[in-house]
């Protein structure tokens, strides 16, 4: 086999398991896709606009504002004024948007452990984590 059909092959085994991969951590998901973006954008970048959401998550502003606004019927995130320009408003998690996103985490997260512990032994667990380092360079090319 080639080395280019050789990592053609590689490349249609990896997308399929890591497809399979996703599709289960959604399923564990407590909150809709563009919700998720949103409650884990707002956590790792602090309170930002709805263009900036809506353009981080490659979604259309007014998409974007219907999604903000189902999270603060919730109670999930909430608006501030900025206040530099007053025109503009700032999205930023609540207390209970946090907790609600901590409980999301450890729900997905619980799953791929028990996963991890139950389906791998302790070697190939040890080659999964020497793994990942490659996986986050696939995934920022």
Sequence with gaps: ??????????????????????????????????????????????????????SGAHMRPQSMAQTVHELEQRGLVERRPDPDDRRRAFVELTTAGREALAADRARREGWLTRALETELSESERALLEQAVPLLRRVADA
Excluded at 17 to 42: D, K, M, T
Aim: charged share 20%; net charge neutral.
């Design 1 to 54: 086999m080639s080395p280019e059909s050789y990592s053609a092959a590689l490349a249609a085994e990896l997308r399929i398991a890591v497809g399979q991969i996703i599709r289960r951590l959604r399923a564990e998901h407590a909150f809709s896709l563009p919700q998720g973006a949103v409650l884990g954008a707002l956590d790792r970048h602090g309170p930002q606009s709805i263009s900036d959401l809506a």
